[in-house]
């Protein structure tokens, strides 16, 4: 079977339908492209065929193209990869050039035949460039479908053409919110912003473009880059106009990615020079940077981690084998804004929800919160009031423990206190069938400690959100030393049912997330006692791709809840707690009232209103500037190797069992450096004998935190990565 059909009706107009033979949804791969030339061909040679209308056999049109290709691309040129993608990416070129010229005369632009598309639903990427290839593009009444180029969140950017066709069909201006930020739209929004041309009921779609196709002539068809006298839209860059429009261009993209994002910088400049050639010579200019890009570590780091790890772990990857374990009936103990919102993200998946708190009025304060953040997707047309009270309507907010009965999935989101778990464990026990599965929230407390209270430490496990739970994608799933299978699987089918990403760790003191974070924002806090000027511990870090500066991070995070961590984990630690010296900045800051962004106070100062206006002045008064200033390098060494030394450590004591989750989680979890692809991936970009050589001289300068694992060494002496060593036989991205 092909991916990719051709049918030709009575009155002459030529049919292609994409439709991948067991999937979902249309992807494409090397053999798609070669059957959908071939068809091409086939239409275009056919005298009977007056046109053609390029569709799918499923709801969606495609959800873009098998990144595989590329490094397929790559392998088959060894000694030359950079020319292997080049001329890879340029024979796609050449099959979307074809439909859009069309087999019209080279000269008089006479003769093509029309060529549309028609959209049944989703079109993105590839699924996108290919319509924007053809000479009008048909999108069916959809409302949950997403049109847009999304190449840009995963560490590349449209390579087949889409930068060079949207650029010039709307202008850079106009382009740059679904070029830069992989803006998707519905199909009427689409039409409004000119990516696509018409929107149709569902039941019309195929008739429509049908009847387009049969009514073109041959002005229709000759796009507005081949036309005699085009012009770019707001101006090309020498043009006054867009002289402006690039200047603001680039400013922009430095100031969002802070130079350490390599697509962003090549697509713009894909665009610029684009703009100053015919469109045949721009096409080969984004070959050329997006060849670049793709032969950039960074890129490499960032689609294995982001597109093909992170599908991967949604898919199930380190699931246990056994039986569905899809949740029906959840239970939630406790409403405050942790348990509300996981209240609100398994209600909004189809699941029946019990929200539990202590009074009535404390549960309808949680179920109030759902219903808020619900009122902001009517308000942003992202939902309908129907579909806000179908939502409400699945959540029972009770106080009563026996509307537990039937739960299949119990989620305890109460105080992180072992006392009041154990004791909200035992009452929720009592209404709970025997094989539900009991799961504690936490982000400090041992899983196995906690099992102590329920009645099977086997159907007993730790699942770890992230607030605020209706944004962060990630969610850690910890195992502890009694947790059975099932209670695994329910977790990770639990975690798919609401559309988030599952890491699954094993027991231990900050399990994963926790233990590589609160390292960075010690770090941050030790070089503030030591004498580093703040702005340069924040923008160090900022110019190292983290989102968040380490003191930035704590404000946000709140104070108290440091002092809080910090007491706990020296009374469990005892003697060889590592973190005084962090803890006096921190109980200073406590005892002067400064608890971050919640109390307008923190390493920031705030004005009335929250509004951030800079790093507070009495940070100086307290903690004087040092004569002397450690360069920027150093500074980003001791943020970064901060954090990826206790990835390392982690799994080497088999806390982490998967380097895939490591990296995944880095960035989903904490924003560590999404451009580097995650701790792991960052190591093996610079490499593990530079990374021995970084550890060793902070080591000797600010001590034994900085200690190079023996992993870590093991690698540098054998010259080996994370990926080659530890990393699935089935990756092909590094």
Known sequence: MTDFSYDLDARGVATITWDVPGKSMNVMSQQGFADLDALVDRALGDEACKGVVITSGKDSFAGGMDLNIIAGMKEEAAADPARG??????????ILRKIE?????????????????????????????????????????????????????????????????????????AAAPFLLEGKLSDPAKAKSAGLIDEVVPADQLLDAAKEWVLSATDKDIVKPWDAKGYKFPGGAPYHPAGFMTFVGASAMINGKTKGVYPAAKALLSAVYEGALVPFDTALKIEARWFTTVMLNPSSGAMIRSLFINKSALEKGANRPDVPDQTVKKLGVLGAGMMGAGIAYVSANAGIEVVLIDRDQASADKGKAHCESLLDKGVSRRKITPEKKDEVLSRITATPDFAALGGCDLVVEAVFEDPKVKAETTAKAEA??????????????????????????????????????????????????????DRAVAKALDFVRQIRKTPIVVNDARFFYANRCILPYTNEGIRMLREGVAPALIENAAKLVGMPLGPLQLIDEISIDLGAKIARATKAGMGDAYPDAEVDEVIFWMEGEGRMGRKSNAGFYAYDDKGKREGLWEGLGARYALSDEQPDLTTVQHRLLMAQVLEAVRAYEDGVLMDIREGDVAGILGWGFAPWSGGPFSWLDIIGAAKAVEVCDALEAAHGPRFKAPRMLRDL?????????????KADRAA
């Open 716 to 728: 540098a002496n054998a010259g080996e990565t994370f990926y080659g060593r530890f990393g699935p």
């Open 85 to 94: 993608v080049f001329d890879g990416v340029m024979a796609i070129h050449a």
């Open 431 to 484: 209404h709970l069938p025997q094989d539900a599965i009991f799961a504690t929230n936490t982000s400090t407390l041992p899983i196995t400690e906690l099992a102590k209270a329920s009645r099977s430490a086997e159907q007993f496990i730790g699942i770890h959100f992230f607030s605020p739970v209706d944004k962060m994608l990630l969610v850690e799933i910890i195992r502890g030393k009694g947790t059975g």
């Open 101 to 173: 010229r069309a087999g019209m005369d080279p000269k008089s632009l006479k003769g093509g035949k029309p060529v549309a598309a028609a959209l049944p639903g989703t079109a993105l990427g590839i699924g996108l460039e290919i319509p924007l290839a053809c000479h009008r593009i048909f999108a069916a009444e959809n409302p949950k479908a997403k049109i847009g180029l999304p190449e840009i969140q995963v560490g590349i950017f449209p390579g087949a053409g889409g930068t060079t066709r949207l650029a010039r069909k709307l202008g850079a201006m």
